[in-house]
């Protein structure tokens, strides 16, 4: 059985509590670079599942930290 990139991702983090989400996310953050394609998964996760206005202030905080 072949596994995509988006279900390995989701098997890492099935059935982890918050605090094992977090901890996923923050080793991930500023880690090596094969660590953001799974960054990517997730966030698109929550993408999916947020407010407009969340999404509106992610990507308010997403631009005002983007280098010019």
Same mark, same amino acid.
């Given at each position: ?7 390995? &991702?989701?098997?890492?983090? %099935?059935?982890? #509590?918050? %605090?094992? /989400?977090? #901890?996923?996310?923050? %080793? ?7 660590? =953001? !394609?799974? =960054?990517?998964? =997730?966030?698109?996760? &929550?993408? %999916?599942? &947020?407010?407009? #206005?969340?999404?509106?202030? /992610? ?7 983007? !280098?010019?």
């Amino acid at each position: 059985m072949e596994v995509t990139l988006r279900q390995a &991702i989701m098997m890492r983090v %099935d059935g982890k #509590d918050t %605090d094992e /989400l977090y #901890d996923v996310i923050e %080793d991930s953050v500023h880690n090596e670079e094969r660590a =953001l !394609p799974g =960054l990517g998964v =997730l966030f698109e996760v &929550i993408w %999916d599942h &947020i407010e407009e #206005d969340t999404k509106q202030q /992610l990507v308010s905080t997403l631009k005002e930290h983007v !280098p010019h």
